[in-house]
C-alpha cells in the first residue's frame, strides 16, 4: 500500500503562487508515476500535471503549461507542484495521486490507484 498526504494549500490572489507537497510512504518503491488533479465543486477531477518517478518525464495539462511545475525529490519520498501566476479558476481541491503501472494517458484520474486527501487552493480576483 501507498499513503499519500498532501500540503501547502491555502488562499491567494490571482497571479500569486503556492507550492503544494505530497509526502508518499509505504511501498512505494514500485510507483511508476505519480500525478497531480484537480477537481471544484460541480466539475470532474482532472489531471494537472503528471511525473514519471524513475526518468523525471513530465506531463502538464494545457490550461496550466507555462505556469505550474511538477517535481520530485526521491531522497524524501516527496512531490511538488509549484504554481505560478495563479488565476481564479485554477481554484479547486487538489490530490496527489500514484499508480504502479504505467498508465496509458498519465492525465487520466482513472489510471490511478492510490490518492491523498486533497488540499484545498483558493484564487481570489
Known amino acids: 500500500q501507498v499513503q499519500l498526504v498532501e500540503s501547502g494549500g491555502g488562499s491567494v490572489q490571482a497571479g500569486g503562487s503556492l507550492r503544494l507537497s505530497c509526502a508518499a510512504s509505504?511501498?512505494?518503491?514500485?510507483?511508476?508515476?505519480m500525478g497531480w488533479f484537480r477537481q471544484s465543486p460541480g466539475k470532474e477531477r482532472e489531471g494537472v500535471a503528471a511525473?514519471?518517478?524513475?526518468?523525471?518525464?513530465?506531463n502538464y495539462a494545457d490550461s496550466v503549461k507555462g505556469r505550474f511545475t511538477i517535481s520530485q525529490d526521491n531522497a524524501k519520498n516527496t512531490l511538488y507542484l509549484q504554481m505560478n501566476g495563479l488565476k481564479p479558476e485554477d481554484t479547486a481541491m487538489y490530490y496527489c495521486?500514484?499508480?504502479?503501472?504505467?498508465?496509458?494517458?498519465?492525465?487520466?484520474?482513472?489510471?490511478?490507484?492510490?490518492w491523498g486527501q486533497g488540499t484545498q487552493v483558493t484564487v481570489s480576483l
Open positions: 509505504g511501498i512505494t518503491y514500485s510507483i511508476s508515476w
Open positions: 511525473i514519471y518517478t524513475a526518468g523525471g518525464q513530465t
Open positions: 495521486a500514484a499508480v504502479r503501472n504505467v498508465p496509458v494517458s498519465v492525465l487520466s484520474p482513472l489510471a490511478y490507484q492510490y
